[in-house]
Structure formats: C-alpha cells, structure tokens
C-alpha cells in the first residue's frame, strides 16, 4: 500500500503543523506564567533585603551617633569591639538573606533546566516519518550516492521528485 501526500493535500498537513504550532504556544505561555509567579517571588524577597538593609543602615548610623557620643568615655579597644559587634549584627541577616536568595535561585535554575530538558525531550518524541515509502529509503540513498540524478531515481521508484528530496534532506544528503 503505497502512502502518497498529494492524495491527502497540503491542506491537512498546514492543519497538523497549525495545531503542533498552537500547542506549543499554549505550552510557552503557561511555563512563561509559573516563571512569572517565580520571578515575583524572588522579586519580594529581595524586595525584603532591601528594607532590611535599610533598617541595618539606620541603626548603623545610630550606632555610630552612640559611640561617638561615648568615645570619650570608651577607649579605642572598646569601640572597636563594639564597631565589630555592631557590624556583626547587622551583617547577619543580610547574610542570611543573600543565601535565601541564592537558595531561590538555584532552585529555580533546576526547574529551569528540568523544563528545558522535558521540552526538548518532547520535541525530539515529535517524529517525523523517515520516508513516505519505508523500503525505498536504501534504494533512494544508493543511487543518490552513486550519482543518480533526481529525476531519474523518481522514475524508477516510481516515486514523485519531491517524495525523493524529501527522504534525501531528512537523511542529510541534500
């Protein structure tokens, strides 16, 4: 039984690619709207890091106003001390913070690359059919091979010019 695509048209051909195209489209925008969601997210947190670094900045200058009211009281061992606890204290939570986000990140760069990995997987499972005539694929390749032109390997296998290049550019040899 021989499979021939001008008896069913370029018509349902436009219509299957049309409906791959849709598909995938559809796929996009709905991975696009979780990565949305993702990016908003590490959008709050570091919308967070910010406010907290303004709260450190402030009881840092506080900090500074305190000691210097008191570093005529304090010795230069005492004020260092406290410099480094004041810093201290407030590197902490930025600390923490940072890692929070880099924690966000990274998970976010696995989803991405697991989505990246079932995308292609699935783009690879799409297949197209190696030829329209499965047993004529060796033939077609032999004789292109030994320099047989177009035309006269259509006319032999019986086959029309276009079926021919078609098998010849899914086998990479045109």
Do not use: C, W
């Amino acid at each position: 039984m021989k499979f021939d695509i001008a008896q069913y048209g370029i018509e349902y051909i436009v219509v299957l690619m049309a409906g791959i195209i849709l598909y995938l489209l559809y796929y996009v925008f709905n991975k696009d709207s979780q990565y949305s969601k993702n990016i908003r997210s590490v959008a709050s947190v570091v919308e967070e890091l910010n406010r907290e670094l303004f709260y450190l900045k402030k009881k840092l200058d506080q900090t500074q106003n305190s000691i210097q009211e008191n570093s005529q009281r304090m010795n230069d061992e005492e004020i260092y001390q406290e410099i480094e606890r004041s810093v201290y204290d407030m590197v902490t939570p930025l600390t923490q913070g940072l890692k929070q986000l880099q924690e966000n990140i990274n998970a976010i760069d696995v989803e991405l690359n697991t989505r990246i990995s079932e995308i292609e997987s699935g783009v690879k499972q799409i297949s197209i059919p190696s030829s329209v005539h499965g047993n004529d694929d060796e033939k077609i390749i032999s004789l292109f091979k030994q320099g047989v032109s177009l035309d006269t390997i259509s006319k032999e296998l019986h086959l029309s010019q276009p079926e021919v290049e078609f098998v010849l550019k899914i086998n990479r040899l045109k």
